[in-house]
């Protein structure tokens, strides 16, 4: 194992069950550890639920049910989601976990420590969809300045948190950290936002008691959004100095969107100045997923369940949509034509066909035994494993649409190749020609398939046994993996089912 990689997505309100928003996070983390982990880096991967607050307690309430048995109902849901999109999480945090609610109390206690907690009068605005308060400065309408919702008039006494007292040394992490936010657009943005002033922010609550009690005053419960960005470092074992926790922390990683880019990129790295504890490395926020231009999100009413996607494309044809049909970063409309067309061309056409027709052709001109040929260099060859050092750099970029148009590009050339070679023409006239073109076709599939793996697992898993080969490649095998030549001589093909059915 060479070097290790942390990586978080937010965790979700459980007021529902995960739609497509939240399981584009989630296999972006999934697609980033599946890469990190071939190319033999040590990862831990972290998503879970965020079950505290007046917005959970009022969902709720609004069901008749106690906050606690709303989270017992939705948590698992998260977990059975991701298992049917083939997430490789390795750790599943609740907010509501016991040890995680010390974690929170005893982080608070360190701010408190270092004077950086007051008691004072909050009165302004509340934003209860997002659990954010809004103040009159950057609403002077009322209205949430993120999801433009009415913001309720709100007045508690109220434990407040010194953020300005780190405004200086926020903006000089942010300068001497060009990349700690990512895309640059949204460095931008908070680097100016930092620069224009940070205000204390109140981070308690005492109208209801969901929540964890805040240490000596137990009338009072700690803002929701302290209580859950704790997560990154409790998951790890926090407060107690785990091995874990000096593994993986700093994180590499926290994947979010960009709704929720101030709290992760300057409320959480003060928070952590204030406890003495390293900033993460990085904070990538992606766009949105909208219809018809509006977000994508429960209270709007326009969810797409994941599941209703699957049974249409299946788990690749979701996962390979999301990472391919927007750049990230950018926001991009689930449309069902881009959809169905990128399934039906790409999936369908470009790879699934690619494949069956390969294999029907190794069946039918040599019994399903694919003859190893001389080794011989070709554009195409070339053209394949040129991908390879460029898997990384895109990954390290954020790039994932780019790699996949690139992935494509090359697989648009393995069919360019058949057409032009004419297999059927070969096996009446060049038997060795024809060994050598076959081969070259297959050995690129199976290299391709290394490339794909993390992005649609089965399906790449299937090229692989269809090819006569093992269906995995284990951690750290990645470039020894993708050596051109490594398909034995003789090697059987077993032809299956499309892997790719076209939908009308
Ligand atoms: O904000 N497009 O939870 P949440 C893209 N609990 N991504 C989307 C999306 C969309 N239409 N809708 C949701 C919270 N997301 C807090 C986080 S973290 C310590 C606490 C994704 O359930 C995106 O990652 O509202 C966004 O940041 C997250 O879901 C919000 O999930």
């Excluded at 593994?247 to 990683?253: I, L, R, Y």
């Excluded at 709007?300 to 391919?324: Q, S, T």
Aim: charge should be neutral; charged fraction near 25%; glycine fraction near 6%.
């Amino acid at each position: 194992m060479t070097g290790q990689f942390y990586v978080t997505t937010p965790l979700y309100y459980i007021t529902d069950e995960p739609h497509i928003g939240t399981a584009y996070t989630t296999i972006v983390a999934d697609v980033l550890a599946r890469y990190k982990r071939l190319l033999g880096v040590e990862v831990f991967f972290v998503t879970g639920t965020d079950e505290h607050g007046q917005k959970i307690a009022r969902a709720a309430a609004a069901e008749g049910l106690k906050p606690r048995e709303l989270a017992d109902r939705f948590a698992p849901k998260y977990r059975e989601v991701w298992q049917s999109l083939d997430i490789t999480l390795d750790y599943f945090i609740r907010t509501t976990d016991p040890a995680h609610e010390e974690a929170v109390q005893a982080f608070f206690k360190k701010v408190i420590e270092q004077g950086d907690i007051y008691k004072a009068k909050y009165q302004g605005w509340y934003c209860n969809p997002c659990e954010r308060y809004v103040s009159e400065k950057d609403a002077p309408d009322h209205v949430c300045p993120v999801c433009r919702r009415p913001a309720e008039a709100l007045e508690e006494e109220n434990y407040f948190f010194r953020l300005s007292k780190y405004q200086d040394k926020m903006l000089s992490h942010l300068k001497e950290h060009p990349d700690f936010i990512g895309p640059t657009s949204r460095y931008n943005e908070i680097r100016n936002r930092v620069e224009a002033g940070l205000e204390d922010i109140s981070v308690s609550r005492s109208a209801f008691d969901w929540g964890v009690p805040m240490p000596d005053d137990s009338k009072q419960s700690i803002w929701v959004w302290f209580d859950a960005l704790i997560n990154y470092i409790s998951a790890l074992g926090y407060p107690k100095k785990t091995d874990l926790f000096e593994k993986f922390w700093p994180a590499d990683v926290h994947l979010i969107g960009k709704d929720i880019l101030w709290f992760h990129s300057v409320i959480w790295p003060c928070m952590l100045m204030s406890a003495g504890i390293a900033l993460p490395k990085k904070i990538y926020a992606h766009g949105w997923w909208t219809m018809n231009a509006d977000k994508i999100s429960k209270s709007k009413g326009n969810v797409i369940y994941p599941r209703d996607v699957i049974a249409r494309v299946g788990v690749d044809g979701l996962r390979y949509f999301m990472m391919r049909e927007i750049p990230f970063g950018l926001d991009g409309d689930f449309s069902n034509n881009a959809l169905l067309a990128r399934y039906n061309n790409e999936l369908g056409n470009d790879l699934g066909n690619l494949l069956l027709r390969t294999l029907t052709m190794i069946e039918k001109y040599f019994q399903g035994r694919l003859p190893r040929p001389a080794m011989e260099s070709s554009e195409l060859r070339s053209a394949v494993e040129g991908l390879a050092p460029q898997i990384e750099k895109k990954l390290d970029q954020y790039q994932f649409s780019i790699l996949l148009e690139k992935i494509w590009e090359v697989i648009r050339k393995v069919n360019k190749y058949i057409d032009q070679e004419k297999p059927w023409v070969l096996a009446k006239s060049d038997q060795e020609r024809l060994k050598t073109v076959l081969y070259t076709v297959a050995e690129s599939l199976r290299i391709i398939s290394i490339y794909l793996g993390p992005f649609i697992p089965e399906s790449a898993s299937k090229i692989l046994t269809q090819l006569g080969l093992p269906g995995e490649v284990g951690a750290g095998q990645f470039n020894q993996a993708v050596v051109w030549g490594q398909l034995p001589d003789g090697c059987l093909v077993k032809k299956g089912a499309p892997l790719f059915p076209k939908i009308e």
